[in-house]
């Protein structure tokens, strides 16, 4: 399955912070969703063969990288606190089902 | 990407067969309809999609009508770790993995 780490992640106002997928095996996309506290899902971008394939309404300072190991990474620059929120990776096959993992959980302070 | 409308919360009793609707009026042709569960501290899991009439699954029931504008989620046989969020999501079927998910409705199932 998809899984992601860390589970939980506290830092403070401005700094920098990595989130690490790995895709289930054979997946060729992975997606990044920011579901805040009490709301759905939202999508922040996806890559397709590790190329950006599609973004959503997140600044520049929310980047991505999709390696060929079937790992990717989500970094967020210049944290605020409204970057707080469960951070979720889905991989998929092209536009077949996607497969959500579990989520990384990150404070900011 | 066309929104959607669904009902906050819903209340059911176990063994009761809960169906939860969702709007949709500006959907597009090539849109397809699909749920999504999810429980806390998890990511959303697939549960049925469709495009018209109806599909049926080992775990649910989706039935859309003639015009598309609406769609009804059926789960049979409730049990209390049915207790999750429901979302409806609404998107060309090219597009699948960027549809929006809204906020969904939770589901409570008591005993």
């Known amino acids: 399955g998809v899984t992601q780490s860390p589970t939980h992640l506290i830092k403070t106002r401005g700094q920098q912070v990595t989130l690490r997928c790995s895709s289930q095996?054979?997946?060729?996309?992975v997606s990044w969703y920011q579901q805040a506290l009490g709301q759905g899902p939202q999508f922040i971008f996806q890559y397709y063969r590790e190329e950006e394939n599609g973004r959503g309404n997140f600044p520049p300072r929310f980047s991505g990288l999709q390696f060929p190991n079937d790992s990717s990474e989500l970094n967020v620059n210049a944290l605020e606190l409204d970057d707080s929120a469960l951070y979720l990776c889905?991989?998929?096959?092209?536009?077949?089902?996607?497969?959500f993992g579990p989520g990384t959980r990150l404070t900011v302070l | 990407l066309a929104k959607t409308t669904q009902p906050i919360s819903m209340d059911s009793y176990e063994g009761q067969e809960v169906n939860i609707t969702c709007s949709h009026n500006n959907i597009a042709t090539n849109d397809y309809i699909t749920w999504y569960q999810q429980f806390p501290s998890q990511g959303p899991r697939f549960i049925i999609q469709?495009?018209?009439t109806k599909v049926t699954n080992e775990v649910a029931s989706l039935f859309i009508p003639a015009d598309r504008k609406s769609s009804t989620l059926s789960l049979p046989r409730v049990s209390l770790s049915d207790t999750a969020v429901y979302y409806c999501l609404v998107g060309p079927e090219y597009n699948f993995n960027k549809f929006y998910f809204g906020s969904g409705t939770k589901l409570n199932v008591k005993p």
């Open positions: 469709g495009y018209k």
């Open positions: 095996s054979g997946h060729n996309t």
């Open positions: 889905a991989s998929s096959l092209g536009t077949d089902e996607q497969f």
